[in-house]
């Protein structure tokens, strides 16, 4: 039976009976989803929710779909759950998790408005005017957010979601071929809870594909106030070149992300901080760790702890699906490290793999938990490798060295700096890619002062016209 993916336009399921569809295969099951229209387009221009909530009830209403994740027996969560094992290939342990840190964003309200305080510096500027040097200031959302999401992780479209959300912009979410599941969920779960409700009715969701005609893609493009695009390169280029000119973009492009092992005196814990960073996801992450770097003199001692970490989370997050491609892309880059004689060890049935190999030997890189691990003396020989805008994060343990090298990582281009074990928690008051997202989500609305208001360096009523008939602007000077 092939699965049929709904439509939502305006936070109400559209009626597709009379739709062309395309047919996409997913782990060797098909799926069936509606190919947008005219009709569609029109609806989406026409739409204009009138949002006058607070933050205090966004957050409330989150938080409620969120306590509706949390149950077990939610059928929008159980549905979601084995939509990821059947058609993602993930584990249920991974596809669980999947549905439980959704609950955990979504129910988590002290953070939802630290988001906001840390990105905008007040939770209040989103409803009220604030007094902010000699003007009044307001963060009004830009409208309508186009979201093009990725399908290698699907809670970075949650985030996104939210992020318009929180900033109070109308969504339209374009869901990944390799993940159309997840949008859809979670708009049908604000649905669940309130149909009516102005956030609801602010979702639309749908598909289209780059590589077919984009007159129609391009019309929804076109009404855009802002666009959050997220995925490889030409997911990115695509975007781009779609993009109205005067409207912002926020790229999630392609990033890579290492971690520093700094002679720990806890081998167990340091390993198992990175075997944490290498599995989650199978490192399909912009997060996840390639390439580990050891500095000291254990590394044989690291090497071995850290093969009985990664087959201790065989079992308790299990690897997801391998495609034939994939299998046999992970066996010849086992042969051509071993060929190079090259310390490999892998987990059964391809669950792992880990390579020992020298600086600047890197080998194609086949993803799917296998990580090469790099013996070096001191930081100066890790930062070649380290790209500006390309490398995202880096996790280091113990926690301590942190310090000692946070400024030189960053000089040379690493966006952000975890402890081991963390790389997939993104704390409150952190940057995204090297920005505060929120803050691109808003305009910023000055209301400024009259010329009676005396300010700090000019202490006197500003009479412009005045002063020039009388030349007298050097009044206006400290």
Known sequence: MIKKIPMIIGGAERDTSEHEYRELTLNSYKVSIPIINQDDVEAIKSQNVENNLNINQIVNFLYTVGQKWKSENYSRRLTYIRDLIRFLGYSSEMAKLEANWISMILSSKSALYDIVET????????????????????????????????????LSGVTSIIRAILTKNECIIKTSSADPFTAIALASSFIDTDEHHPISRSMSVMYWSHSEDIVIPQQIMNCADVVVSWGGHDAIKWATEHTPVNVDILKFGPKKSIAIVDDPVDITASAI???????????????????????????????????????????????????????????????????????????????????????????????????????????????????????????????????????????????????????????????????????????????????????????????????????KFLVFVP
């Open 273 to 471: 901080g990175v075997a944490h960073d290498i599995c989650f996801y199978d490192q399909q992450a912009c997060f996840s760790t390639q390439d580990i770097y050891y500095i000291g003199d254990n590394i044989d001692a690291f090497f071995d702890e850290l093969v009985e970490q990664l087959d201790i989370y065989m079992e308790i997050l299990p690897k997801g699906d391998q495609t034939f491609d994939e299998k046999a892309s992970f066996s010849l880059i086992e042969k051509e490290c071993q060929f190079a004689k090259y310390k490999v060890e892998k987990g059964d049935n391809q669950s792992w793999l880990l390579v020992k190999s020298p600086l600047g030997s890197f080998g194609n890189q086949p993803l799917a938990r296998s990580a090469y691990i790099h013996h070096v003396s001191d930081i100066s020989e890790i930062t070649p490798y380290i790209e500006n805008r390309i490398t995202q994060t880096v996790t280091v343990t113990p926690w301590e060295s942190s310090f000692k090298y946070r400024d030189v990582l960053a000089s040379n281009g690493a966006e952000r700096i975890v402890e081991s074990g963390m790389n997939n928690i993104f704390r409150v008051g952190g940057a995204h890619d090297g920005m505060r997202p929120l803050q691109r989500l808003v305009k910023y609305i000055s209301h400024e002062r009259p010329s009676t208001y005396t300010t700090k360096d000019v202490a006197v009523k500003i009479e412009q016209t005045r002063y020039l008939e009388e030349d």
């Open 119 to 154: 990105d905008l510096g007040s939770r209040h500027i989103v409803d009220e005017w604030l007094p902010q040097g000699d003007c009044y200031i307001k963060a009004m959302p830009k409208g309508k957010s186009v979201h093009l999401l990725a399908g290698n992780v699907p």
